[in-house]
């Protein structure tokens, strides 16, 4: 029988595995009530020793109050609900208000629950090949949380450019981005259609041609980089013309990777009408997905090359149900986070590596050397 780790999160619930977002207006409510008879219960589990199937149980007049360990994985909830369904049952029936009111369930996280893998009865029913992540919300969102506040303090301002192809969700993440790090947040085809009244990307392409297109991205791009606190949409083709790096360099740029299968399934249920690049006149709605998968395929081959010269690199796949839709939103979220703080954390080791300087003096003042010491893991080759 396991101990309850120190660290204990409450909230209302039915067993049931939910983000915590769907919770949370009931949650509060509940909390407001209940707020004695949880820190009493929170004590007593800190001390007291359980497991998964010996939740514990208690009640006033008031107030009633279930404790359990919290699941992380949907299956482990599932087989807790039923576990602890005779517990809400006669509950149920005795009381005359729905059960959410009457309710709460308290919950002991993993210890250092960020990063640990759930243990014993839900470590079986979690999927050791898909991060632990990318299964809990509540783990996800702490994580953000807590990569949100080591990069407020590690970025410093400096902006972030989203590169990829046209579909990867440049737009969607670097909007999350923007509101979770309180940058700004620009997309480079929405500036471009701002400076051109009623006429959207397709028309811009057809009524002015690519490089007048290109030219007015580069200007944008150009417009951007003085300024930090942005995260910046790019363009799925702006990476093609080497200027424009010199601008994105001002910042972060993160390629987010999809394979051409997932962006072609996106683009397709957008709107084909939206793509220039992707159809001509005349293609009809059954042979879109095959033609846009050509082409991707086409452009992703071209471009890679200059995709590579990103700073860091988000793969978009997604596990079990989510293997077609690709990764979700809130986990590419999290993929680009980790990333960039990650980048960062790398950067900052190897610029301390490179403020170790040696000055050769074994030879008389003219020969005399300044020179970066060897990195202590890659000694310089004996001359
Ligand atoms: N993680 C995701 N899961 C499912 N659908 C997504 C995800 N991210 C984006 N999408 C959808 O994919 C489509 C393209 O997203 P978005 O416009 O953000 O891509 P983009 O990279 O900015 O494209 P473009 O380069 O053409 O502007 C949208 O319909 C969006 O809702
Ligand atoms: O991949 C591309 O070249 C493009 C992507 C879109 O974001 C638009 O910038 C435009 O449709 C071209």
């Known amino acids: 029988m396991a101990s309850f780790p120190r660290t204990i999160q409450t909230r209302c619930i039915s067993t049931s595995y939910k983000p915590r977002r769907d919770c949370r207006a009931a949650c509060r409510r509940i909390l407001e009530s209940r707020h004695n008879m949880a820190a009493s219960m929170r004590q007593q589990l800190a001390s007291r020793p359980c497991s998964s199937t010996a939740a514990r149980f208690s009640s006033s007049s008031s107030s009633r109050v279930l404790a359990a360990p919290r699941c992380h994985t949907p299956a482990a909830a599932r087989r807790q609900q039923q576990l602890l369904q005779p517990l809400f049952t006669p509950l149920q029936q005795q009381q005359q208000q729905p059960r959410r009111q ?20 839900d470590a079986e029913s979690c999927d050791p090949n898909i ?27 400096c902006s972030i450019y989203l590169i990829g192809m046209m579909g990867t969700g440049k737009s969607t993440t670097g909007k999350m981005l923007a509101n979770t790090l309180k ?116 452009l992703l081959e071209d471009r890679t090359k200059y995709y590579e010269n990103a700073d860091v690199f988000i793969d978009l796949r997604g596990y079990g149900k989510d293997e077609q839709s ?9 993929r680009l986070m980790q990333a960039v703080h990650e980048k960062i954390n790398q ?35 004996e001359e």
Not at 281 to 288: Q, T
Not at 352 to 362: H, K, L, M, N, V
């Open 102 to 121: 009457q309710l709460l369930v308290v919950y002991a996280a993993a210890p250092d629950s960020a990063a640990s893998q759930p243990a014993g009865e």
């Open 347 to 381: 950067t900052e080791a190897e610029r301390e590596s490179r403020r170790q300087f040696t000055i050769d003096r074994a030879g008389e003042v003219p020969s005399l050397k300044v020179q970066p010491s060897p990195h202590p893991a890659q000694p310089a080759a």
């Open 183 to 298: 940058y700004a947040f620009f997309d480079t085809d929405s500036v471009i259609e701002l400076a051109h009244p009623g006429e959207s990307v397709a028309d811009i392409f057809k009524k002015y041609g690519e490089d007048y297109f290109r030219n007015c991205e580069s200007q944008v791009l150009k417009e951007l980089a003085p300024y930090k606190n942005l995260v910046v949409a790019t363009g799925g083709g702006a990476v093609s013309r080497p200027k424009n790096w010199s601008y994105m360099h001002n910042g972060i740029v993160a390629w987010l990777q999809g394979a051409p299968e997932l962006l072609a399934r996106r683009v397709v249920a957008e709107g084909i009408e939206k793509r220039p690049l992707l159809f001509g006149d005349g293609v009809s709605e059954d042979e879109a997905y095959s033609i846009s998968l050509q082409k991707l395929q086409q």
């Open 131 to 157: 991060p632990a992540v990318d299964q809990d919300f509540d783990l996800l969102g702490a994580e953000v949380k807590r990569l949100q506040e080591a990069l407020g303090d590690q970025l410093k301002g």
């Open 326 to 334: 690709g990764a979700p939103t809130a986990v590419v979220l999290h």
